[in-house]
């Protein structure tokens, strides 16, 4: 049973591009969280997804961010013009909504 | 209302050691309680989580003290070992929050052999 899995696991991208992380969820989970994890700080939430609905994204800058979890395939963060205040590691987590996380090992964003 | 607060930032213990951290919260509709385990380069593990129902949860050499009057958690590890060492993260959540987890700050732990 494999878990969640994320990719790219390392990114990099210029100013103003665009990052797409993907995250898809352990099987059988149909409930996916993001989290961004600044260096030296613990993580924060930014949105949570259930498949083709967006419940809570009361953490996600209003500007450039976005995500999405379709029907078929993977849940998707998408930043836009991404800055350099954007890079950090963004975790992906799944559950069945009872209370049991399961994370991903991570996409690490770096804007150069 | 939202914040999480662990201490200490950072952690020096010896093989065999306790080690200990707190956390402290605000929001009383906290009602979850978990703490995980975070190696470099990993995504976080949960370790061990307690409900506000009980005050302390054991497994193995992990144990969860929590005091609900105080708004206060901590994590203590008995006989450490060099492979404990880690960044370790308290965090809260609420059911009529979406389940989204509220993090503490982490404390990096280091065991020395």
């Known amino acids: 049973n494999a878990g969640v899995m994320q990719n790219p696991r390392h990114l990099v991208r210029r100013r103003g591009q665009e990052a797409r992380l993907r995250c898809s969820p352990m099987?059988?989970?149909?409930?996916v969280y993001w989290y961004r994890q600044l260096p030296e700080e613990g993580l924060k939430f930014m949105v949570y997804?259930?498949?083709?609905?967006?419940?809570?994204e009361s953490g996600m800058p209003k500007e450039r961010f976005s995500a999405e979890f379709p029907k078929e395939g993977p849940s998707i963060l998408r930043i836009q013009q991404v800055v350099r205040g954007d890079s950090a590691a963004y975790f992906c987590?799944?559950?069945?909504?009872?209370?049991?996380?399961?994370f991903g090992s991570g996409t690490r964003l770096t804007v150069v | 209302q939202q914040q999480v607060k662990q201490s200490p930032q950072s952690l020096i213990v010896q093989k065999g050691g306790i080690s200990i951290i707190n956390c402290a919260y605000e929001?009383?509709?906290?009602?979850?309680f978990p703490w995980y385990q975070q190696f470099p380069g990993k995504g976080p593990a949960l370790l061990i989580a307690?409900?506000?129902?009980?005050s302390e949860k054991k497994e193995g050499r992990f144990t969860i003290s929590f005091n609900k009057s105080a708004k206060q958690f901590s994590l203590h590890i008995m006989d450490s070992q060099p492979g404990d060492s880690a960044t370790y993260f308290c965090?809260?959540?609420?059911?009529?929050?979406?389940?989204?987890?509220?993090f503490g700050k982490g404390t990096k732990l280091t065991v020395n052999p």
């Open positions: 307690i409900r506000p129902d009980v």
């Open positions: 997804l259930q498949k083709e609905n967006i419940i809570d």
């Open positions: 965090a809260a959540s609420w059911r009529g929050g979406s389940e989204k987890l509220v």
């Open positions: 987590a799944s559950s069945q909504r009872n209370y049991g996380y399961t």
């Open positions: 099987k059988g989970h149909s409930h």
């Open positions: 929001n009383t509709a906290f009602d979850y």
